[in-house]
């Protein structure tokens, strides 16, 4: 006919299908499945499946699934809807959605060909992929349901092996025990997305994954990149995070055991880009969200909550209230753990480019935040407000605000402890924090417009990265932050890997075994003299620890050098200043000695040659 391919409700005839298939049915204009063209009445559609219809020869439209004149008298929960988009991404024109709806490829063992109507070659029973198994409502009350299905199996069976069965959508259920391991798979590539329970199940979609975890589960995702909802009008739409739920990506999709994954290679992107235009404009307002309603919610995100490997990118927090900070993640009382993430690319017009917690805790470790930015000045990568922060192995680098804020802003009695991490060229780079509650900061390097920021074991030097231009935030041979982090790691509860995947402690100096500071640790052995090292010629100059690694300025080195210090200076022309305060001049220092005539490679002074390499002081 025209409409209504498997049922056409008309008048005030009510319509009730409970676990029931709809399937392979063609109707001429619209309603393939079900078309409902009378505005009285009502249908009720729970734990059914309507699936792989079509309506004027079209199979990708609402229609070949279900047609309303009038959507509010239809009522659908726990349901498979194709071309509904789901609970997630609701077409209304479907009907109410009273939740937990689905638009997934349900995996029968084999569709109706719809090119070879009418037919009875199929079978509308699932695969041990599908994700209508265990996914109908936990509660049956007043379903009044059969004790069999259509095969005359038991009508719920606990085949995921839950702490209670909950029954399937569709006529048939699955019989079959279905192996658990508590690891909810994810991976943006699979072919047809099932049910999340292996590799070769796995969801395609991070919000199935998320709605599906229960407490002690992990979620382990594939490399890919994963934005918060298919409508590009969505902005708030976001990753909700579950209390005692982890998140680990980095996978490739085949392995068995988490330490196999590598975050670097197998890069996994949370993206507000949701438009996926590549610009700001129109993104998610936050793309992670670790909220809940007070510190007392039994629900709230805790410190089991863990995002761990992954690039948060492309939130775009430009609205009111909470919808203007933390573009990256949002945490309102939340306590969750943050380790080996990469924040790059957010902003907020409040703060908190790339986070904001409010009246909670945090974790962060080993984590990379550059290149976000916010409006008013309330920290352009990390905004705390009355809240309890930890810091450690971590690296922020050029993250700016329009006010000339710091990289991190704390206020309303926060708490925030930063250990061996590092803070350069923030802001104007005269800033790395900046609000009423100042950080307790050690063994850190922490740019300032002078002096050293207080603490222990803090420094004010160029970290020295392998090229901060390419984003390449590793630290160079020449770094001072190379086993200079805090000697005793006690307590920090570090991870086995730095953000690279190489061991979290290298000792690179060949003293006693110390970890580096910032999210990537040197993997290389560096050999120190007891020379300072001078060449105006080193096109990358350095800390002075080396040859390769030598000041171009013979001040800097006089500033380092204590009494016993030996300075070794490489050919070329020197000058006490490059200004024109004709005062200024080299100072020689109480036991300090100053030897020229290097080229630049020697490891021996009887090696120089002065009149080879004729090195000048000029007062020019």
């Keep these: 006919g025209t409409e209504g391919g498997a049922i056409f409700r008309i008048n005030t005839t009510p319509v009730k299908l409970i676990n029931c298939v709809i399937s392979g049915n063609s109707a001429g204009i619209q309603g393939g499945g079900i078309s ?72 029968f063992l084999e569709d109706v060909d719809l090119n070879n109507l009418p037919t009875s070659t199929a079978n509308l029973r699932v695969t041990v992929c599908s994700p209508v198994i265990d996914a109908g409502n936990p509660d049956t009350t007043g379903l009044d349901l059969p004790d069999l299905d259509l095969d005359e199996n038991p009508r719920v069976f606990n085949a995921l092996g839950t702490p209670s069965a909950i029954i399937d959508m569709g006529a048939y259920e699955f019989s079959d025990p279905i192996v658990s391991d508590g690891i909810i798979y994810v991976n943006a590539s699979v072919p047809v997305p099932g049910n999340g329970t292996s590799w070769d199940c796995a969801f395609a979609d991070l919000q199935d994954a998320l709605a599906a975890a229960n407490d002690g589960d992990e979620i382990w995702v594939a490399a890919g990149t994963y934005y918060p909802t298919s409508d590009p009008s969505d902005r708030n739409a976001k990753f909700f995070l579950k209390r005692d739920v982890a998140l680990y990506g980095g996978f490739n999709g085949t392995e068995e055991n988490r330490e196999e994954r590598d975050w670097i290679n197998n890069e996994t992107i949370l993206s507000g880009d949701i438009n996926q235009t590549g ?284 009494s016993g210090s030996v300075i070794w200076v490489a050919a070329g022309t020197y000058y006490p200043t490059s200004g024109t305060n004709r005062s200024i001049s080299f100072e020689m220092k109480n036991g300090v000695s100053i030897y020229g005539g290097f080229e630049g490679t020697e490891t021996q002074l009887s090696e120089r040659d002065w009149e080879a390499n004729v090195t000048i002081l000029s007062g020019d």
């Design 279 to 562: 610009l700001d404009d129109g993104n998610s307002y936050n793309v992670v969200d670790a909220s809940c309603g007070s510190v007392e919610d039994p629900d709230c995100p805790n410190e089991n909550t863990v995002l761990d490997g992954f690039t948060i990118t492309m939130g775009y927090g430009d609205g009111a209230g909470n919808d203007s900070a933390g573009a990256g993640l949002l945490s309102i009382y939340g306590r969750p753990t943050v380790r080996n993430c990469t924040f790059w690319g957010n902003y907020a017009d409040l703060g908190g480019g790339a986070i904001y917690n409010f009246g909670g805790e945090i974790l962060i470790q080993n984590c990379l935040f550059h290149d976000n930015y916010d409006d008013f000045g309330k920290g352009s990568a990390l905004f705390f407000s009355g809240s309890s922060a930890e810091i450690v192995n971590s690296t922020f680098y050029a993250n700016t605000s329009n006010a000339n804020a710091g990289a991190m802003y704390a206020e309303f009695g926060s708490i925030v402890e930063i250990v061996n991490s590092i803070f350069w060229e923030n802001g104007n780079t005269d800033f790395s924090f900046s609000g009423p509650d100042d950080p307790d900061v050690f063994y850190s390097i922490v740019q300032q417009q002078s002096g050293t920021y207080p603490g222990t074991g803090n420094l004010n030097v160029n970290p020295f990265f392998v090229d901060a231009d390419v984003r390449d935030f590793k630290l160079s041979d020449c770094s001072p932050a190379i086993d200079a982090g805090n000697p005793d790691t006690t307590g920090l509860n570090l991870p086995e890997l730095d953000l690279a995947g190489n061991p979290r402690i290298f000792n690179a100096t060949g003293g006693p075994d110390r970890i580096d500071m910032g999210a990537f640790e040197f993997q290389s052995t560096v050999s120190f003299s007891d020379a300072i090292f001078v060449n105006a010629n080193n096109p990358n100059p350095g800390t002075g620890i080396s040859w390769d690694c030598a000041l171009n300025d013979l001040q800097e080195a006089l500033t380092l050098a204590d």
């Design 36 to 107: 409902n063209p009378d505005q009285f009445g009502s249908i009720e559609i729970v734990n059914s499946i309507l699936w792989n219809n079509q309506a004027n020869n079209q199979t990708n439209t609402l229609s070949a699934s279900i047609f309303n004149l009038n959507s509010s008298n239809v009522d659908i929960s726990y349901s498979l809807i194709g071309n509904s988009g789901g609970s997630s991404n609701w077409n209304g024109s479907a009907g109410n959605d009273l939740g937990n709806n689905i638009d997934l490829d349900p995996q």
